[in-house]
């Protein structure tokens, strides 16, 4: 182990990490403010990096194919609102459950019609195909704009929140909306356009996530259970909650998977260690959870309104 390697993965971390909020501040948004819980976020993520890889398939655009994939989302997520979730604002969570669950299935299989079985890849963009240098440490340029284009979205998230007429209605329109209706703002348009919002942001993940990963059906499952331990651990309903336990959840996966392994054989046998850190470090981020509950049940930074 030595400071190079820490790092690294201190970056992989903190990349893994921004990922998580892209996903993570939808998603808080539209269970923490609407009280809706949706299970299909995951299925958008996914729709978003098929959206951006058919895109930049046709166009060899990269920049091309990220618009794609917020538009597309914006899009479907305006559809699927209109469609299926008004209908299921006043109903419990278990109806809530029960629907989104099925969407996931119509989604895994809509892709499978469309873009058959085996997974598609998107290409990292040329212009960001090489390394940087920080302080003498080369980094990969396209996980570098992961990080960045991450910080972005979280402070422009912020200010829209915090800062902006909008954010003060989405606030107070979470509290009383029926107290905000009466006020003449047209809470159904709010509520639509806050569940786009998170859908477009997911499809965002889906586009920087695909030079990554493999682009196939069934990649926002796993997903969206990390992001709900970011909302929850964050607290629900919180945008900066969800940034800051998602670099805690994302550096705390990273460092895990790498170095417990290693730490392990310090104190165990080789191959004791070699068997019981993986699955040791892939339980890191529940346990993390349960000790914030056990703690804070209302995260570690709970919505302020």
Do not use: C
Not at 21 to 27: C, E, M, N, Q, R
Not at 91 to 116: K, P, Q
Not at 244 to 270: H, K, S
């Amino acid at each position: 182990m030595n400071s190079t390697l820490v790092f690294a993965q201190l970056l992989n971390g903190l990349q893994y990490g921004v990922l998580l909020f892209l996903l993570a501040a939808g998603l808080t948004l539209v269970f923490g403010i609407m009280s809706f819980v949706n299970l299909a976020h995951g299925s958008l993520y996914m729709m978003g990096a098929y959206f951006a890889a058919t895109a930049f398939q046709y166009t060899g655009s990269f920049g091309l194919a990220v618009l794609a994939a917020m538009l597309g989302s914006l899009l479907l997520g305006l559809a699927l609102e209109f469609v299926a979730v008004a209908r299921l604002y006043r109903r419990d969570h278990l109806d809530h459950v029960l629907a989104t669950f099925g969407l996931v299935l119509f989604f895994n299989e809509l892709v499978r019609i469309i873009w058959g079985a085996q997974p598609v890849f998107l290409q990292v963009p040329e212009f960001l195909g090489g390394a940087i240098d920080i302080g003498g440490f080369s980094y990969p340029a396209y996980r570098f704009a992961i990080i960045v284009v991450g910080l972005v979205v979280a402070i422009g998230s912020w200010l829209l929140i915090n800062k902006t007429r909008v954010g003060m209605l989405i606030r107070a329109g979470a509290v009383n909306p029926a107290m905000v209706a009466a006020l003449g703002v047209n809470i159904r348009l709010l509520n639509a356009m806050l569940f786009a919002v998170g859908a477009m942001l997911a499809g965002l993940a889906g586009a920087m996530a695909g030079p990554i990963l493999s682009v196939q059906s069934g990649m926002g499952e796993s997903v969206l259970i990390t992001t709900l331990v970011v909302i929850v651990i964050g607290g629900i309903g919180s945008v900066t909650g969800a940034f800051y336990a998602a670099l805690i959840v994302g550096i705390v996966d990273t460092m895990g998977r790498v170095f417990l392994p290693f730490l392990l054989r310090q104190v165990t046998e080789r191959s004791f260690a070699d068997a019981a850190g993986p699955a040791l470090a892939s339980m890191l981020v529940y346990l993390l959870m349960a000790v914030v509950l056990a703690w804070r049940p209302q995260g570690l930074f709970p919505a302020n309104r």
